[in-house]
């Protein structure tokens, strides 16, 4: 067998592709003239802003909504003694983490939880065992209602990856914002074609592919009794609904198409702009743009 090729992330593959198609079908402001560095400068900060919005935000977003259905659902059908019970929690933990704060630490510099922390973590502990109590019976009520309001979210994110005001909280001082003014037009036609793009992929399964070589090696051991199909299976539909993949997923397939446009961006880079130095051409595109590049910009490189 062929060695498997080493991973990429997938998250910048993934984004940096679609951006790189749009960039294709709308073309370049001729003012800027025809500097492949620019390009991929301009490609690499678009593809960034698009995975945080499109994968971290909107993550948290859908965590936030299943962890506000499940909510509901206990407090809604929990009544009186669930919220007395979420209440005596929230208040032991309090008092627990208060306590701990007080302490005083040994010889080595050891946090001891010991004495007063030590009973108040008890008491924190037994709280705890009587909210799960007063749960229990309405976890699967909760559970379902927490799916159904994944699975809404994740639709309606479907319908429209880019919606209208996407890049509207971008920083002012940075070159989407420059690019959004100075190329008005221009900026229409990219938005529309990066719109196009993304009605026909869904960067999301850039967590699949994240997941696979895990996946993998648990597959590989001894005694496993799942192949790995089975487990991919497992991990999504215990991730759909955080990473919104709510469909059977045929990886075999995923995995090969991801690869190729892993290779159709690294020959885009290759091509536009050989020996790219994204610090370099980053302060050029922004130079070209009339922008002073932000000093924490410098910052977030060496990190």
């Not at 407090?75 to 704060?101: H, N, R, W």
């Amino acid at each position: 067998m062929k060695p498997r090729p080493a991973e990429p992330y997938w998250p910048a593959v993934l984004t940096d592709w679609c951006v790189i198609q749009a960039l294709g079908k709308a073309g370049w402001p001729q003012r800027l003239g025809g500097r492949g560095d620019l390009q991929a400068a301009f490609v690499a900060e678009v593809s960034w802003y698009l995975r945080f919005r499109a994968f971290y935000l909107r993550e948290l977003e859908a965590e936030n909504l299943i962890l506000s259905a499940i909510e509901s659902v206990y407090a809604e059908l929990g009544g009186v003694a669930y919220a007395a019970a979420k209440q005596q929690t929230e208040a032991a933990q309090s008092e627990f983490l208060s306590a701990l704060g007080r302490s005083t630490r040994d010889s080595i510099g050891v946090l001891q939880i010991v004495g007063e922390p030590k009973r108040l973590q008890e008491r924190m502990r037994l709280r705890a065992q009587n909210l799960d109590a007063c749960r229990r019976p309405l976890s699967t009520i909760a559970r379902n209602a927490a799916q159904q309001a994944a699975a809404t979210y994740w639709r309606q994110v479907s319908a429209c990856r880019l919606p209208e005001g996407f890049f509207a909280h971008v920083p002012e001082a940075g070159a989407i914002a420059a690019m959004r003014a100075r190329f008005d037009i221009w900026w229409a036609l990219f938005l529309h074609s990066l719109r196009a793009v993304l009605r026909e992929t869904n960067p999301s399964y850039a967590r699949l592919l994240e997941a696979l070589p895990q996946l993998r090696a648990d597959a590989a051991r001894p005694g496993q009794k799942f192949v790995l199909t089975a487990l991919v299976q497992q991990w999504r539909e215990t991730n759909a609904a955080r990473f919104g993949l709510l469909k059977d997923i045929h990886f075999p397939v995923v995995e090969q198409r991801a690869f190729v446009k892993y290779r159709q961006v690294q020959d885009w880079f290759g091509h536009h702009a050989p020996g790219y130095n994204h610090e370099a051409a980053t302060a050029a595109l922004y130079a070209a743009l009339g922008r002073v590049l932000p000093a924490q910009r410098q910052a977030s490189w060496n990190n």
